[in-house]
T-cell receptor, first 113, second 114 residues
Framework: DGGITQSPKYLFRKEGQNVTLSCEQN?????MYWYRQDPGQGLRLIYY???????QKGDIAEGYSVSREKKESFPLTVTSAQKNPTAFYLC????????????FGEGSWLTVV | AQSVTQPDIHITVSEGASLELRCNYS??????LFWYVQSPGQGLQLLLK??????LVQGIKGFEAEFKRSQSSFNLRKPSVHWSDAAEYFC????????????FGTGTSLTVIP
């Protein structure tokens, strides 16, 4: 099946540890995105990438890092510098160009204790 | 700056009643507009989208939305709500003049009562 796969679904980490969330898509989309969602809030853009080996900061990039070594993969690392990392993280992808639709994965819950 | 406003944080409707969720956008060019639905702990599912043409667009699950340029609105409607429609709904605008970027509203939470 075509789609966006995020893993793990649930992740628990101790404060001060880095953690990496995986995102893989087999839709052949050029653009990929990471959003953060806090309870009762909307989506906030962390990073996005429009092409392999290139990515841009979104609205809340501090404390996060990404890489885009392959078209189908866009992992997100939540570093110890992120002050409030506990949240629901959504990966998404879209074709490049005018009028394309953004599609989402099922999300990953990160809890830092 | 581009923005999307969903004025209603939470709406409660009775099963079988009609529904309208409001969305207003601010965007200088022709907007590309979307409605998504999110069940608890899940990703966002596309309900419908407007790119051009007919301003009334039909989506999945019996939803429709109407684009009104004069009001900068893209309200979502359903004539008869089912209990399974209880979820969070997000309106979004796609920006295309500087690459693929999407702006989301803060969402409207829908509760359906028997």
């Amino acid at each position: 099946d075509g789609g966006i796969t995020q893993s793990p679904k649930y992740l628990f980490r101790k404060e001060g540890q880095n953690v990496t969330l995986s995102c893989e898509q087999n839709l052949n989309h050029d653009a990929m995105y990471w959003y953060r969602q806090d309870p009762g809030q909307g989506l906030r853009l962390i990073y996005y990438s429009q092409i392999v080996n290139d990515f841009q900061k979104g609205d809340i990039a501090e404390g996060y890092s990404v890489s885009r070594e392959k078209k189908e993969s866009f992992p997100l690392t939540v570093t110890s510098a992120q002050k409030n990392p506990t949240a629901f993280y959504l990966c998404a992808s879209s074709r490049s160009g005018i009028g394309n639709t953004i599609y989402f994965g099922e999300g990953s819950w990160l809890t830092v204790v | 700056a581009q923005s999307v406003t969903q004025p209603d944080i939470h709406i409660t409707v009775s099963e079988g009643a009609s529904l309208e969720l409001r969305c207003n956008y601010s965007y200088g060019a022709t907007p590309y507009l979307f409605w998504y639905v999110q069940s608890p702990g899940q990703g966002l599912q596309l309900l419908l989208k407007y790119f051009s043409g007919d301003t009334l667009v039909q989506g999945i699950k019996g939803f429709e939305a109407e684009f009104k340029r004069s009001q900068s609105s893209f309200n979502l409607r359903k004539p008869s709500v089912h209990w399974s429609d209880a979820a969070e709904y997000f309106c979004a605008v796609g920006q295309t003049n500087t690459g693929n970027q999407f702006y989301f509203g803060t969402g409207t939470s829908l509760t359906v009562i028997p």
